[in-house]
């Protein structure tokens, strides 16, 4: 009998919990595997911080948000012996394989795992910017354009009603997929993603054509916090570090934007920045769907020995795709996952609504 343990690392995002429900009732039912959760991401596996998960503790978790496991950004290169302390520990518990669910921060720790430290791996792709390589969706993605759209919802009445121009600002460091997915589905007068840095003057001048020639009297624009000006000059903040991984903390790229407007149009112009409540509440049937789905595919894998692998959906099929084709090696020689950026003839198709 097998024994097989699971972990969530990086940012937290609504649809863990069906993941993790999906990988303890497959594990149990489907094949007899005991199963155990690391708490709090790759620590769990550093210090030990482990419990059972048993199908009694994973009853009514599908709609929560969150992770039961807890989360962190823990970097084992950044730890004295931090992979070593990973491999000696899930050997010691005794473990056959692990699934790791995270974001290509915790898919590059999984790969370096595998490729340099040769554990049995499974990972499972979770992130609402949907920038992991090698599948179509992440799981966390779907519910935080559901949510960024309701906020632009809200915001048009408020917008309208005292005839300004609104700046939402939403997540995406590299990539601008809630950005555009978002803005489309929520009608913004326009989209500014970190895809493709944006000259201030051509959108001034799309806000002044929207206001001067068709007659109205406020705009939408949705701007991903990785957005840049061409220039340099108009961007979001990084005095902040996400020191495990050497990421900027992006953020404030709406207010540079909206200080910027208003001086160069007139218009009356205020920013709102969605932050963490993209990450919140309960996940949508889509996302529970898909982290169920990838849930079981995980398990199925790890019953098939065919580990190194990462679960993720492509045309609506669930596959696997080896660790090696989503990860690519730093400047450091470890294991980093790659990025997926917009598809650009999808911003395309929204730059028809601009202005």
Known sequence: MKKIGVLT??????????????????????????????????????DGLVEPLTKLAVSGILPKGGTILGTSRTNPAKIEDGYLKIR???????????????????????????????FPIVCVPKTIDNDV???????GFDTAVKIATEAIDNLHTTAESHDRVMVIE??????GWIAALSGMAGGADLILVPEKPFDIEEVC???KKRHERRGKTFSIVVVAEGAVSKDNSIKGTSDKMDVAFDHPILGGISVAL??????????????????????????????????????????????NNEFGKMVGTVGG?????????????????NYIGKTKTLDMNFYKESEVFFG
Request: glycine content about 14%.
């Open 88 to 118: 000696d520990n899930l050997k010691k518990f005794g473990l056959d394989a692990l699934i790791a669910i995270g974001g290509n921060d915790t898919l590059g720790v999984a790969a370096n795992m595998f490729i340099k430290y040769d």
């Open 258 to 303: 909206s200080k910027e407007i208003e001086k160069r149009t007139g218009y009356e112009t205020r920013y709102v920045i969605l932050g963490h409540i993209q990450r919140g509440g309960a996940p949508t049937p889509t996302d529970r769907i898909l982290a169920t789905r990838l849930g079981l595919k995980a398990v199925d894998l790890v019953a």
């Open 170 to 175: 939403v997540m995406g460091r590299h990539a």
């Open 317 to 333: 099929n669930i596959v696997s795709v080896d660790v090696r084709d989503i990860a690519e090696l730093d400047k450091h020689g």
């Open 205 to 207: 001048a799309i806000l």
């Open 133 to 139: 390589v090698g599948t179509d969706y992440t799981i």
């Open 9 to 46: 690392g990086g940012g937290d995002c609504p649809g863990l919990n069906a993941a993790i429900r999906a990988v303890v009732r497959r594990a149990i039912d489907g094949y007899g595997f005991d199963v155990v959760g690391f708490k709090r991401g790759w620590s769990g596996p550093i």
